[in-house]
């Protein structure tokens, strides 16, 4: 590792102008120990689909995907020459598009440093002001498209499976002795480099387009709490943090979480993304991971590459083994 | 191979149910060869950033990206009580989100076997009919999320390369012998089973964001014919074809391309896609590979997770060497 | 009237090519005579305001206002050179517009006669079909550019009023007994030509925005049934059927009124809309005209003019006085 | 007039709190005495129809009308029980809905006092600031929904008739003079209270959807300058104005008017909308006026009810007659 300091984790330790955060740390040599751990050519989908009855958090603006162009409205609309029987068209070519309108934060995702901001002057990592750096079209620092192709170590952490549940339950602080009584039983550790990824058990309420909205809103609210992220981060190194919930940390945060970044109502997410440059991986599906007791694997994601957005979405993650 | 014939392809032999296609073939044993080839580590980004200003098929939809949330609309708007210090957020977290408006067809894609119906039932790939399986909200059959994570052996065709020009001009058509110089060159040669990125340079003008709709617009008519996408796939076995275009055929076609398929504007879209189960990867950024002479590498794909959706959009997909 | 039946009403009786319906009534002379009511130069706003949060029917696209421009995003976005201190624009001149997405069938609303189809053949008002006259883009036939400013005497029937009840309880079914009542209480009549507007109190619920969706629910099933409709435009000659509710008509429909068009969900709006070709007026706010005791009018009414819509939405329609 | 002073104009002159301007001088009386204007009966539609293709400001947000439910997508979606044979509909009744993607600044408009911003702080019409009044949906203080009714005295001032030309030619700047001439050919006068709108002929080329930009771009550049508007307001008391452009004012400015407001792009916007409080209406099709040489008639229109827009938009005011 290039910059981390055991104890202190990363920072604004990039320069000044950086956006990549400890992504930095991924080297060649480290891609390439990554996908050494492939042994069988198994790809795991991590992905959740989305569609306009998905769960999301309510601030996020609605998802419609709305049939654009279809082979019956090409024929009736005959608004491109191409299409017609006289332009040439005379076996019926036609398509299917589609217009989408959603939130570039829903269903399975990646948050990009820019996404949260702290403090009386906005900001977001590395000291970059929302101010200066927002716009009326997305964000012009630390937009997903500056997020490199992830490929590193990845390693499942089955808390819902260590506490024998099918998943934990409202508003649960995994805290950092969670973490290591699954690892030990898992029998894996986290190594520096390593993309962590914990499991609470919420992704199993998703089902074909997780419209399940009261079963997935009781357990989407678990997760881990600041000690343990700082743990994970601080003392072991770990290049990301995700989980199969929608925020990865626990809500509503207690007092001294909150606090202990001057009172946030998602203290995990300031201190990762703005203070530490860690990304977060949300509504990972580890289901099948957990079923294979898969804990160890390469982990291979990349978002979209739209400028201005603040967050990969819908994305499908793999962990190949 | 399981199911294909040489001088024949694959075709509808996959079940009256398929939706998958020719990415059937992939299996772990294929998977962990194709990662096999990665002995560098090195990640190379194929996808094109997208933006409001990219050039695009004039009947996709248009792209915004707009600042849905910003820290300050936040702050102003006061809508969520925990944002608000009195509602404890006393160290003014706030967050940047995007509404995404777009097109499932624009950057650089993979189109699904739903995309493109021909004939007088316009069907899709399998015989599956618009008419049973359109709907309002999208594809119901062979949609995006129907596409598996594709892990495989890439091979890049740099024709471009080959004739020693910036990119290919406007309406040229890539044929067969184009190809089998290029491979000759490259010392690489397609075999079953491999993903046959095809390059003619148009990538090279598309810059932060396609904008120079002219310049891409005199290049992207250039791509391979119907004979040479037969040859591809009947003889040599090509799991999927792509190229640095929009559409990697060249447009328009000859009247005997468009006739071949009883007459249509984009002969071996109707061809790949519905007549024989293949994939068509597009606008793929082949500029990096051709600069570094990268002809073999795995390559690693998913679309984003989002149903009703024709083609993966505004992808970035990863040659992995 | 010129081409009125008592007894039998209108239909298809404007030629093959018709797209108005009965709104061709309106004459010089009509609209001269509407105007003539006015003798006081008040002017009541019957619109009801809208925004994301507002009560709708669930099958309809969401509704999101998002802030495109903002002066904070232009001076940061700096992407149009006039609006910078450089381009001249020193004093800081900028401005707010708004990204709209929203259905065309929303609060305050005049649903155009192309809005229901009928029937195996999918049939619109004078047999226009949906294969036929649908595209991907929205209506061909009979959309909201096709209704004639509507200039026309209204009536207010304040079926509430007459029961003395706040709002109708949930699925009444207002009878022509309720109109007749509520006419001899008001003592005033529909004539020939007449809007009708009938209260059946719900819009009181609106509130600023509409945003209480449990008490909109409960009564904005109240209105009228078939028997009531008829006996309006086939007895009286009404020229078009308001309330405001979002449909008019009480629902669920009873199986005899279901059936008496051989099996619909909403058997009013079939009769009228498609089979009279006379308009349906939605979510009318009746609340000030009440409260002022205001039981004729001259109703002013246009639909904004965008191609291919179905129903004015948001409207805001007036009663002159 | 209750607050106009001659030679001063209006001003911040209605209270702290006012968002509605100088269409705070109706009262019962001056829409009694404009509707008194209505002699025949005759509805004129100002209306310029508006889809896809349409020309606009290029800075604003793109327009599609999309087909949302359709007969065809209802029945084959089967999303909703009670539209299917089992549940009733044995009748087959269905819909067309349309999601519409558009801006609130295009076709036919009326700005809004809070459209426009001006000097160091971003301050709207009465001071109110966008720091402050702005947000993430739309504009909190000043949107249209504050816009009462407009019932007025309306007059048309022919320019392109008196200079006996199809259409002004780019970048016209129409004077004083040129505005008196018209009116002493058309022996008609703006007295206080009246809605005055200017003819430059660019309207004649919208056709059915706007979609010659180049010819409208051409002469869309033509309007008033700053003393013509400042002559129309401080002495004659015009209520509003407008014109058959997409600004009413011509582009760009002469240094003078842009220096006369500090420097601005469009210094009568500023002018009008902010100093003064006074409404500007934006391409209104005055074609038939001038066809039918109808120079006074009483104005009503009325925008949409949305919270947060700008601006009424896609309009048909109407010029009764």
Do not use: C
């Not at 306009?52 to 005959?78: C, D, L």
């Not at 399975?108 to 101010?131: C, M, R, V, W």
């Amino acid at each position: 590792m290039k910059r981390w300091t055991k104890g202190k984790g990363w920072g604004w330790v990039w320069g000044a102008e950086d956006e990549v955060g400890n992504l930095n740390e991924m080297t060649d040599q480290s891609r390439l120990a990554a996908l050494k751990l492939v042994t069988q050519g198994k790809a795991y989908d991590l992905g959740l689909p989305y569609d306009r009855n998905s769960y999301k958090w309510p601030g996020h603006s609605p998802g419609e995907i709305i049939s654009f162009r279809s082979p019956a409205g090409v024929m009736t609309q005959k608004d491109l020459e191409f299409t017609t029987p006289q332009g040439g068209n005379t076996g019926g070519t036609a398509w299917h598009s589609n217009a989408i309108f959603m939130s570039d934060n829903v269903a399975t995702q990646i948050d990009g440093l820019g996404h949260i901001t702290h403090g009386p002057n906005n900001e977001l990592y590395n000291g970059f002001k929302a101010s200066e750096w927002g716009g009326d079209f997305g964000l012009r620092k630390a937009d997903v498209t500056t997020i490199p192709p992830i490929v590193a170590r990845g390693v499942m952490v089955d808390v819902a499976g260590l506490k024998n549940v099918d998943a934990l339950p409202s508003g649960y602080e995994i805290t950092r002795e969670d973490i290591e009584g699954a690892l030990r039983a898992q029998n894996v550790d986290v190594t520096p480099g390593t993309i962590v990824l914990i499991r609470t058990g919420t992704a199993r309420y998703w089902g074909e387009n997780g419209k399940d909205h009261a079963k997935l809103a009781q357990h989407d609210s678990s997760g881990i709490g600041l000690t343990a992220a700082k743990w994970l981060v601080e003392e072991k190194g770990a290049l990301a943090l995700g989980s199969d919930t929608s925020g990865l940390e626990y809500v509503p945060p207690k007092p001294a979480d909150s606090q202990a970044v001057g009172g946030s109502f998602n203290p995990v997410h300031v201190y990762l993304l703005m203070q530490q440059g860690v990304h977060i991986m949300e509504f990972h599906n580890l289901e099948r991971l957990a079923a294979d007791r898969v804990y160890e694997f390469a982990y291979v994601a990349t978002t979209n590459a739209i400028r201005g957005t603040v967050a990969g979405t819908a994305l499908r993650p793999l962990a190949l083994r």
